[in-house]
């Protein structure tokens, strides 16, 4: 028997195994692919996380980027530098994610891939998770497999404040000219944004939309057509739609001896679409909390619920106010908002965690609606 299962082995389970077997727990974590894996992402991540780990990230950095570029409908340019002490980091989602499994894996994670989940059970006082390849057991439970994963249903969290953004994401490769930029388009989709990522080897270029859904809008052709901005034709990439869980409000993460992370708990930001960095900080934040449980702290899964809440949550409602006025309006964002001489330098601490949407939402929405 385990010490705890972690279901899913992205940058939030990852990240917990690694904590976790670090202190000594005896740890498994499960994936259904065959690692490495691909997955749909556009692949920034701010350089924050660094803080939580003690291991150089270089290896799985594919760039760095120190600029971005906003447009308005492809015309109407900003242009900022990232003046921030990091710039924002592009990665390959599957050398990333692998990178981190291995990371756990050196400090005494077990890892078991191409081993998917048919089903859970809890005995008394303990889990038994079933796979292909036979049970497995363990005194707590982790699921961290992601927005289409059936761990959160399974373990009776089905009333979840939980909103699912759509996007739909292109790798096209191409001798990529400028790889320290970053771009992003406002007004060829409704209610988000289109990004093109830089990579060593060519560039994610996807779509995604935040709020009120995609509204009957054809995904394809408005990457197709943005694409050709760039000379790239992501037909001659594999594209990838994929849903994503939008923070949408505080809410309970635990239950008998599990706890949801990363996108089983609804961690991506509602402005920015961003993922990676509070997915591995729920893995942060499970991993000392299943520690604290297997240290006999009754309270424990309890307070990693209201850590979330409180450490992350609170930040959300903040961002989740800015994307409602910003994508409902946003000719009026794009000229208030992002052409406003400080807003592209604030829009870079924001990727790379310097600031917080709770210091600069207020200013913010003051510019988009007057009385506010």
Not at 324 to 347: C, D, E, N
């Amino acid at each position: 028997m385990y010490d705890t299962i972690i279901v899913g082995a992205g940058p939030a389970g990852a990240t917990a195994a690694y904590h976790l077997a670090k202190k000594g727990h005896s740890v498994l974590l499960l994936e259904k692919e065959s690692l490495p894996r691909y997955k749909p992402c556009g692949g920034g991540v701010s350089p924050a996380i660094a803080q939580w780990f003690d291991f150089d990230f270089s290896p799985a950095i594919s760039v760095k980027v120190d600029s971005l570029r906003f447009t308005w409908k492809m015309g109407d340019p900003v242009e900022a530098k990232i003046v921030t002490k990091e710039p924002v980091w592009m990665v390959r989602r599957d050398i990333f994610d692998h990178f981190l499994v291995q990371q756990a894996h050196k400090q005494g994670a077990y890892v078991s891939d191409n081993t998917e989940v048919t089903g859970i059970e809890f005995k008394n006082d303990f889990w038994q998770v079933n796979t292909a390849k036979g049970p497995f057991t363990a005194r707590y439970l982790i699921a961290a497999d992601g927005a289409k994963g059936n761990m959160a249903k399974w373990l009776g969290f089905k009333d979840r404040k939980r909103t699912l953004a759509a996007a739909l994401e292109a790798e096209v490769a191409a001798n990529v000219v400028n790889k320290s930029t970053a771009h992003f388009e406002f007004g060829l989709i409704k209610n988000g944004y289109i990004w093109n990522f830089p990579k060593a080897d060519g560039y994610s270029i996807g779509v995604g939309t935040f709020i009120g859904g995609s509204s009957g809008q054809n995904f394809k052709k408005i990457l197709d057509e943005y694409a050709k901005y760039f000379h790239l034709d992501i037909k001659t990439g594999q594209q990838y739609g994929h849903p994503l869980c939008l923070w949408n409000g505080n809410q309970k993460l635990h239950t008998q001896n599990a706890i949801l992370a990363g996108e089983s708990a609804c961690v991506v930001d509602p402005m920015t679409a961003e993922g990676i960095r509070p997915s591995i900080f729920s893995g942060l934040l499970a991993a000392a909390s299943i520690d604290q449980a297997l240290s006999h702290d009754i309270n424990a899964l309890e307070k990693y619920s209201a850590a979330m809440n409180e450490q992350w949550g609170d930040e959300m409602a903040w961002a989740q106010k800015l994307a409602g006025a910003f994508y409902r309006f946003p000719a009026i964002a794009y000229k208030v908002g992002v052409k406003h001489p400080s807003s592209p330098k604030t829009m870079a601490q924001l990727l790379c965690g310097e600031v917080h949407y709770s210091e600069v939402t207020t200013r913010a929405m003051k510019r988009l609606i007057p009385g506010f």
